[in-house]
Every structure is written in structure tokens, then in C-alpha cells.
């Protein structure tokens, strides 16, 4: 069983920027893709970013591209989005998932195995 816990959301001003953080635990990290994942009220789920296990691989969501960064530090079993240039339309709870992928990534949130609770991450104008 995976266990995957969120930090470091907040509430920041259009512009700023805020990294997000994800700790995993109970199997191998550098054999999981991650996944970013963004659901804002009212909306569904939607990709955000994604990493290979063994980090060589990464996608962006064009909504995103240019402005967040995913990385991971396999050493530490955590997965990172530095997100720059905040926009009020990035206003969501953030979650991040995990599936077997060390060299793929994916980008739909059925095809992810685990979940984490997620953490609110609010920009205001």
C-alpha cells in the first residue's frame, strides 16, 4: 500500500510563486510515476504535470507549461511542483497520485493507482 501525503499549499497573490510537496511511502518511489492533479470547485479533476520514476521523463498540462516545474528527489521519496507566476485561475486543491511507471508518465487520473488527501492552494488577485 502507498501512501502518499501533500504540503505546503497556502493562500498567495496572483504572481507569487509556492512549491508544493509530496511525501511517499510502502514501495519502491523510483518505480512510480507521479502525478500533479488539480480539482477546483465545481470542476473535475484535471492533469497538471507528471515525472517518470526515474525522473528522465516529464509532461506538462499547456495551461501550465513555462510556469510549474515538477521534480523529485528519489533519495528523500518525494515528489515536488514549484509553481512561479501564480494566476487566480490556479486556485484549486492539488493532489498527487502515484502508478508503476519508471519510465513513463501519464496524464489521466484513472490510470493512477494511489492518491494522496491533497492541499489547497488559493491565489488571489
Known amino acids: 500500500q502507498v501512501q502518499l501525503v501533500e504540503s505546503g499549499g497556502g493562500l498567495v497573490q496572483a504572481g507569487s510563486s509556492l512549491t508544493v510537496s509530496c511525501a511517499a511511502s510502502?514501495?519502491?518511489?523510483?518505480?512510480?510515476?507521479m502525478g500533479w492533479f488539480r480539482q477546483a470547485p465545481g470542476k473535475e479533476r484535471e492533469f497538471v504535470a507528471a515525472?517518470?520514476?526515474?525522473?528522465?521523463?516529464?509532461d506538462y498540462a499547456e495551461s501550465v507549461k513555462g510556469r510549474f516545474t515538477i521534480s523529485r528527489d528519489n533519495a528523500k521519496n518525494v515528489v515536488y511542483l514549484q509553481m512561479n507566476s501564480l494566476k487566480p485561475e490556479d486556485t484549486a486543491v492539488y493532489y498527487c497520485?502515484?502508478?508503476?511507471?519508471?519510465?513513463?508518465?501519464?496524464?489521466?487520473?484513472?490510470?493512477?493507482?494511489?492518491w494522496g488527501q491533497g492541499t489547497q492552494v488559493t491565489v488571489s488577485s
Open positions: 510502502g514501495r519502491t518511489f523510483s518505480n512510480d510515476c
Open positions: 515525472i517518470s520514476g526515474s525522473g528522465r521523463m516529464t
Open positions: 497520485a502515484a502508478v508503476y511507471g519508471v519510465n513513463y508518465y501519464y496524464r489521466r487520473p484513472q490510470e493512477y493507482e494511489y
